[in-house]
């Protein structure tokens, strides 16, 4: 098993990357670590060669995870990181004649994030201070057709000199993971099991509020009922769809 990590911030010793490099060696098999600053890179033109583009593109068409490593800057992704990933995106993307992105020639590889933010863990549970650069990259990722394998989140790192031991162990727990990603092991009894048990849940609060209201006679119990339970499945929805990202 391969990894490589791209890593977007401003200082390839910081917090940040030393996290993402202990990740690194805990992840079972070959690793490399890779300082987007150092590479020159613009986006294929017509006519023209792209060396830097290419060097980079077979690296991650090696890796069996992609692991990327962006700071949050002004509550979005590093400028290096953000450039890499616009610069590979007619590549590893597929274009309809009508202009919709679909999953391209890397779908089905696993990635997984690793980022951190000023702010103490409490606070960014509350700000989501790290949630915008955590979606974009969950956007460009899912649009190639990567399988998220998790994220890593370092909150606090403002006058921070050295990494928490139990973020280290986080890591480590991470990386053991990896592998069952990888192997695209079937989760899906998980699935519906989770599945059963969010509308058994669903379900009993609808019934309990719909005891709140002065409701008699059988259609109005049932649009009560539909009206709930709907919003309650909208909200879950979106809270596990948009919302859900590790904080501290």
Wanted: hydrophobic residues 45%; contains cysteine.
């Amino acid at each position: 098993m391969h990894t490589v990590a791209l890593f977007g911030g401003h200082n390839p010793k910081g917090l940040t990357a030393r996290l993402a490099q202990h990740l690194l060696t805990a992840i079972p098999g070959t690793s490399e670590f890779i300082d987007l600053n150092t590479r020159f890179l613009h986006p294929d033109r017509p006519g023209e060669t792209n060396l830097n583009l290419d060097a980079l593109e077979a690296k991650l068409a090696h890796a069996d995870i992609w692991v990327l490593i962006s700071p949050t800057y002004y509550g979005s992704v590093a400028g290096p990181l953000k450039q890499a990933l616009d610069c590979l995106r007619p590549r590893i993307i597929r274009m309809t004649q009508k202009g919709d992105s679909l999953p391209g020639k890397y779908r089905g590889k696993v990635y997984l994030i690793v980022s951190s933010c000023f702010a103490s863990g409490w606070d960014n549970t509350f700000t989501h201070q790290t949630d915008a650069c955590l979606t974009t990259l969950d956007k460009a990722m899912s649009t190639a057709g990567l399988r998220k394998a998790g994220e890593l989140v370092l909150p606090h790192t403002w006058g921070m000199s050295e990494l928490p031991p139990a973020k280290l162990k986080t890591a480590e727990q991470l990386a053991v993971k990896l592998p069952r990603r990888v192997r695209k092991d079937d989760e899906t009894m998980k699935r519906y099991g989770l599945l059963f048990v969010m509308v058994a849940v669903m379900a009993l609060i609808t019934m309990s509020l719909q005891l709140l209201l002065p409701l008699s006679g059988f259609w109005w119990r049932y649009i009560s009922f539909v009206i709930i339970f709907f919003g309650l499945l909208a909200g879950i929805l979106h809270y596990a769809t948009f919302m859900r990202h590790k904080h501290r």
